[in-house]
């Protein structure tokens, strides 16, 4: 799935904030969701507008980026 596939921003959609492409769903609601304990079934039952590959890619892409800053952190 491609970058603009999953997520976006647009200032004329909810004032710039990360969603997912194609809704006005913020990102940062399925952090929230997942931080609270929720499962992702919770957060797509509530959010029918998000794909459940959006949603998957987005914490795929989450992971990937965090790995990539990892592996170029220097030893303190």
């Known amino acids: 799935m491609w ?3 999953i997520v976006s921003r647009d200032p004329e959609v909810m004032g710039g904030e ?3 492409a194609g809704t006005r ?3 940062q609601a399925l952090v929230d969701y997942l931080k609270a304990g929720n499962a992702l079934e919770v ?3 509530d ?3 998000v794909e459940r ?3 998957e890619a987005y914490l795929q892409a ?3 980026a965090l790995d990539e800053l990892r592996s170029h952190a ?3």
């Open 25 to 27: 769903v913020p990102v």
């Open 74 to 76: 220097r030893p303190a």
């Open 47 to 49: 959010f029918p507008t």
């Open 53 to 55: 590959g959006q949603a």
């Open 18 to 20: 990360l969603v997912f």
């Open 43 to 45: 957060f797509l039952d």
């Open 3 to 5: 970058a603009e596939q």
């Open 62 to 64: 989450s992971v990937a």
